[in-house]
């Protein structure tokens, strides 16, 4: 349904394309001016249910109306989620198919229930997942804290993969084609290879 709808032009300005109703909320600014990249205004109805992604920017869920339900998992459970791009195929995170998806019962959620007037602080690259539990209105603030170089200059929603990110993944979507030509057990044997090595230059301790 989501990939039917047509793309932005523009960033989302809450304070731009809604004067009136920018007027009674105060975003929180915790950033320099010129850090700020885009703030959304979001309505919607019970059970909507937006699934488990991550963001490349930190930002700022302000709930206005009603309630949501929150649950956030950290970048380092990105092996147990089950990703498909920057989203996580397992769709119910409260009741998984753990037959299906036996390594999302190793991430550990953190969640909350958020309220009118609550605000809460999402890091870049933390998955969430985020259900309506009444009719409401939020406003998501997001901004940038790396240079800027380092963005996709043709993003407007602010979760496309960082410039160096996507590279490295062209990269390996090219070594992955070309252990295609050996036998599986090679293919496999080649696979733990890279997937050790990726480990031992880029995970923290």
């Not at 009136?20 to 919607?44: K, Y």
């Not at 498909?84 to 550990?108: C, Y």
Request: negative net charge; aromatic residues 12%.
């Amino acid at each position: 349904m989501w990939g039917d709808l047509p793309l932005p032009q523009t960033v989302a300005d809450f304070p731009q394309q809604f004067p009136r109703l920018s007027e009674d909320i105060n975003l929180p600014l915790f950033f320099e001016p010129d850090q700020l990249f885009s703030s959304v205004l979001r309505m919607g109805s019970p059970g909507v249910q937006l699934w488990t992604h991550y963001d490349v920017m930190d930002n700022f869920l302000v709930q206005v109306r009603g309630r949501k339900r929150v649950i956030l998992y950290s970048p380092r459970d990105a092996g147990s989620l089950y990703l498909q791009g920057d989203k996580s195929q397992v769709l119910n995170v409260e009741q998984p198919d753990l037959s299906a998806f036996p390594r999302f019962a190793e991430a550990r959620p953190y969640s909350c229930v958020m309220e009118a007037g609550d605000v809460l602080f999402i890091p870049a690259l933390w998955f969430h997942n985020v259900k309506a539990l009444d009719s409401g209105i939020a406003v998501n603030v997001f901004w940038k804290h790396l240079e800027s170089q380092h963005y996709d200059q043709k993003d407007t929603y602010g979760n496309r993969d960082l410039l160096p990110a996507q590279k490295a993944f062209q990269i390996m979507d090219r070594a992955m084609k070309a252990l295609d030509a050996l036998p599986a057990e090679y293919r496999d044997f080649y696979g733990r290879c890279l997937v050790s090595r990726i480990e031992s230059k880029t995970h923290l301790s």
